[in-house]
């Protein structure tokens, strides 16, 4: 069982390029998020999905997109990068919520725009 | 107002010190509640799950909800340097988690 499997680990953007960070979870979990993780400010969510074909913004969604085509994968656009996107991203799937649902979450993007 | 405010420390504890991780909700709607634990580069693990108010423990770990304060806390006991690592209260919204910003420790052996 891979759990949730990002990619890339570390990318390096110039301001204005845009890139997708991919996500894939292998356990059949409906819920799928990202969130961003910067210093001080804990993990802010981005965007999730509550199933396929089901996305909804989260805190700070501005500059990013996603969509959801199958259980499995979850993709972050990001449009066109800026310096502000610099930061860590995290993908997390959970089987639903509510008692015992636990988010698993996978092991980050590290994401530098120069 | 944030959600979920948590002190960011950090927190130097000596091993085999008792630690208070503490975390102030804004929601009296919230019902469940979790600690993760995430060791540096990695990603968030979930370490304990609350349903409501009350006392969980497991093994060397309590979590502990005052929901009539909105009020969560995490308790370890006998701490090693293992336990060396950012803390993160959450709790669940509607279809979402919410986190507070992480406290670090430090256990110094």
């Known amino acids: 069982n891979a759990g949730v499997t990002q990619t890339p680990k570390f990318q390096v953007l110039k301001t204005g390029q845009s890139m997708t960070l991919q996500c894939a979870q292998d356990?059949?979990?409906?819920?799928m998020s990202w969130y961003r993780q910067d210093p001080g400010m804990g993990l802010r969510l981005i965007h999730y999905?509550?199933?396929?074909?089901?996305?909804d913004q989260g805190e700070v969604p501005n500059g990013y997109n996603v969509s959801r085509s199958t259980t499995e994968d979850f993709p972050l656009r990001l449009l066109s990068a800026a310096p502000s996107q610099t930061s860590v991203y995290f993908c997390?799937?959970?089987?639903?919520?509510?008692?015992?649902?636990?988010?698993?979450f996978g092991q980050g993007t590290r994401l530098t725009v120069v | 107002q944030k959600e979920v405010e948590q002190d960011p420390g950090p927190l130097s504890v000596p091993e085999g010190a008792i630690v208070s991780l503490n975390c102030t909700y804004s929601n009296s709607a919230f019902q469940y509640f979790m600690w993760y634990r995430q060791y540096s580069r990695k990603g968030p693990e979930l370490l304990m799950y609350?349903?409501?108010?009350g006392n969980k423990e497991d093994g060397r770990f309590t979590a502990q909800v005052d929901k009539s304060s909105k009020y969560i806390s995490l308790f370890i006991r006998d701490s090693q340097p293992s336990d060396s690592a950012t803390y993160l209260c959450?709790?669940?919204?509607?279809?979402?988690?919410?986190f507070g910003t992480g406290t670090r420790l430090k256990v110094l052996a």
């Open positions: 999905s509550v199933g396929a074909g089901i996305t």
């Open positions: 609350t349903y409501s108010s």
């Open positions: 356990m059949n979990h409906e819920y």
């Open positions: 997390a799937s959970s089987y639903g919520t509510g008692e015992n649902t636990e988010a698993f």
């Open positions: 959450a709790v669940e919204g509607t279809y979402k988690y919410i």
